[in-house]
């Protein structure tokens, strides 16, 4: 396939995703390599894992050793004693920085995928060898950004439909409002492509699809925004995060705009990375499990005005399997931003339930690439050859 990819673009990199689209290549999945100098400022807020091996009961993903930096702050005891699984809660107030990142060695991850490609955030400087699984940190959200609520649930649901409706993923459950890029099989009469866009609710009525249409281009961008903000938060000790999150899916818009179309749209977080985003409502998933994605996945907290970083009790956490011992748990207080490999890292959200009478839900955005929107990517792209 000949193209001419973006100057901002790794033109190594983007090559070598390019040949992931061929018909017999396997699905590649992008982690990104730390620099010496990148290596150095994290190491003590770092969880390094070692021994990568399969459950072959759950067939997932569970490593030998984790060696936890002495900047790594936990909750010495949670207030909420509830949790299914024994785990260490971080404290990223706490925590010098405010943040976490959890690394493993190329080599293991490689040996595990053949068809692993790694990315770096400072292109040219010395590799060491080891690969980022998932970055977490917290800073404080301003009290002008928007404040998600109640009413923002009733209006996202006239206009989106809930795509957990016709799925069964992982026993997950809460409303999901998806926007940008997707693997489809509708027919599209313009392209010959299987890659379409999330729909917004129909109506008969022309005034009230304007409406819609409306409400449903304000909550992207406002889900959007909140995207904005997590990246520049990462950005402060991974730098050109935006440029790493999704490569395949970068490098598959640079070859479509070489006169390639096949459909690929962007969206007002694609400048970020992200070409699709869902804005989750008291999201949860009640199994562990691995993803077979083909970028990090993205999950950020917004403002939401009856939750601080000082609750006494937060009902929503994100945890991830470690060890046969080790579970990390990542509090989801507004503020909070989370980027990890679905890949190799054992994870679920977990929601405590309430025996409250409160009618508060709970926001997060997330945003992803999974298999799904790859494999429609690449036979699309081989069927406009």
Known sequence: ????????????????????????????????????????????????LEGLCINVSTKTILWSKAKYGKNIKFKKKSSCSSMDVKYDQLDLNRTKYSRVIVTANKDECTTHLPSLICSCSTPHKEPTGVVVLMMTTWKPISNHEKSWSMDDFKRVKKCKPNILKSSNHHKSSGFYASFGNKGSFDKNPDVNSSVGQYVTKKNECLAKQIQINKEATYYEKSAAQEISRSIKDF??????????????????????????????????ASKDGCWQMSLCVDAKTDEFHNESDCTYTLISIPR??????????????????????????VPLYPGTSVLFSGMYLTHRQHHIADTSSSTNVFFNVASYGNKRLFNHIKKSFNKNK
């Open 1 to 48: 396939m000949n193209v001419v990819f973006n100057d901002k673009k790794n033109h190594l990199l983007s090559r070598l995703i390019v040949r992931s689209f061929e018909e017999k290549a396997s699905p590649p999945h992008v982690l990104v390599e730390l620099s010496k100098k990148e290596l150095n400022r994290n190491q003590d807020n770092a969880i390094h």
């Open 235 to 268: 950005k402060l000790f991974l730098p050109k995060v935006n440029s790493i999150i999704s490569p395949v899916i970068d490098a598959s818009f640079d070859l479509q705009c070489s006169g390639n179309d096949i459909n690929i749209k962007e969206g007002y």
């Open 304 to 329: 939401q005005s009856y939750l601080t970083n000082n609750s006494t009790c937060n009902r929503y956490h994100f945890l991830f399997q470690l060890t046969g011992r080790k579970n990390l748990n």
